[in-house]
Nanobody, 129 residues
Framework: QVQLVESGGGLVQAGASLRLSCAAS????????LGWFRQAPGKEREFVAG????????SYGGYVKGRFTISRDNGKNTVSLQMDNLKPEDTAAYFC??????????????????????WGQGTLVTVSL
């Protein structure tokens, strides 16, 4: 079991920055990847970014590349998502998730929600014009 708690969401204007954090606890040794997903009202959950817990390889969804940065702190068991130059279309509930699959590749990062078995409750990000 892995428990995840997100924080850092809020209401900001377009162009502003926010930093989301996810605190993980439980069976940390089982974590392969920590990912961020988002879900806007009426839309499917989509991959935002992911980072390998061991090694630190990262991957991003195309629409956030260059604006968002994912990082991890293995000592504090946290993963963060720095979001810069936010746009109204970034408005969504943001979820932290864990993939425990053992892949042959040391850098592969899954992007499908079904690949992640543990989820946080989410934190809401609202970007106004």
């Amino acid at each position: 079991q892995v428990q995840l708690v997100e924080s850092g969401g809020g209401l900001v204007q377009a162009g502003a920055s926010l930093r989301l954090s996810c605190a993980a606890s439980g069976r940390m040794y089982s974590i392969t990847t920590l990912g961020w997903f988002r879900q806007a009202p009426g839309k499917e959950r989509e991959f935002v970014a992911g980072i390998r817990w061991s090694g630190g390889s990262a991957s991003y969804g195309g629409y956030v590349k260059g604006r968002f940065t994912i990082s991890r702190d293995n000592g504090k068991n946290t993963v963060s998502l720095q979001m810069d130059n936010l746009k109204p279309e970034d408005t969504a509930a943001y979820f932290c998730a864990v993939d425990t699959t053992r892949y042959l590749s040391l850098t592969y990062i899954a992007t499908g929600p079904s690949d992640y078995g543990y989820w946080g409750q989410g934190t809401l990000v609202t970007v106004s014009l």
